[in-house]
């Protein structure tokens, strides 16, 4: 079995956008199934496809992740030393260590209730309901007050709590996390960021399941198709570029509502045709 280029290079476009985008990428996948037919791509295919998003937001906040990585070093030695700033709230380290917080309801969301989770996917009406509750969530962020708060210990547990939650086909999890971050009080540039950076081991996560997963069938299948393979990488990794650009210029702007008239469109159509 091979993969044709242009299906790739659909999928690929379709997986970089959705990714990031407040629309979610798992809601459009279950009614693009039954209202178009087509199939969920290869387990191989889409452990592809989300290791190019994965490169695509590391590139987007690799300043960050540097910052962070360079500090951990730093704060190990303050804190050795005894030094005053060690745990100072301002140091690039503490947000690397409430990133992984913020995991752990995340991943015990995901392995516990992962088998219900699976199954919402057979439902359409029940993706449909999810995307008319992100619709809501992103037009409440319309009326909330530009505020500067702090990241604390607790709101980044909350922010990782609706993360594990948006496993819900229809659930954005972009969209989810970054709304709840603007009404804790936190900036739209620090609450993107967040978001963007905990997507990070998440979507690690992920991959190391699928990983897991892959079989003999899959390496032939690299084999025999690479040139579509290669073409949905650079599809998902660029448009998860322009994605997160598009976002982040948006959440600036305040314009983070302009999302839910589309979301509520798709919800629309599909309760009635679907």
Avoid at 16 to 37: D, K, N
Avoid at 236 to 246: D, H, N, P, T, V
Wanted: glycine letters at 6%.
């Amino acid at each position: 079995m091979e993969i044709a280029p242009l299906y790739a290079l659909i999928l690929g476009l379709i997986q970089g956008l959705t990714e990031f985008l407040p629309v979610s990428s798992s809601g459009h996948l279950v009614i693009a199934q039954q209202f178009l037919g087509l199939k969920e791509p290869n387990l191989l295919f889409d452990t592809w496809l989300h290791f190019a998003t994965l490169i695509a937001v590391c590139f987007f906040y690799r300043r960050d992740i540097i910052d962070i990585l360079k500090d951990l070093w730093s704060q190990a030695k303050a804190a050795l030393g005894k030094k005053s700033d060690a745990f100072s709230p301002d140091r690039p380290a503490i947000l690397g260590w409430l990133v992984v917080l913020a995991s752990v309801p995340t991943a015990l969301i995901g392995f516990l209730a992962k088998d219900y989770f699976e199954e919402l996917f057979g439902s359409t009406h029940s993706v449909a309901v999810a995307l008319l509750i992100t619709a809501t969530l992103l037009i409440a962020t319309k009326f909330i007050k530009t505020q500067d708060k702090g990241l604390t210990w607790w709101k980044a547990l909350l922010i990782g709590l609706i993360q594990g939650l948006a496993i819900t086909p229809g659930i954005s999890r972009s969209g989810s996390t970054i709304a709840l971050a603007l009404f804790l009080g936190i900036s739209a540039t620090k609450s993107a960021r967040f978001s963007f950076l905990l997507s990070i081991p998440a979507i690690c996560g992920a991959l190391l399941l699928q990983v897991l997963h892959l079989g003999s069938a899959d390496l032939t299948l690299l084999q025999n198709s690479w040139p579509a393979l290669a073409l949905g990488f650079v599809a998902a990794m660029a448009s998860g570029l322009l994605a997160l650009i598009l976002l982040v210029k948006l959440l600036k702007a305040q314009k983070f509502y302009l999302f839910a008239p589309y979301l509520v469109i798709i919800a629309t159509v599909t309760l009635v045709m679907l």
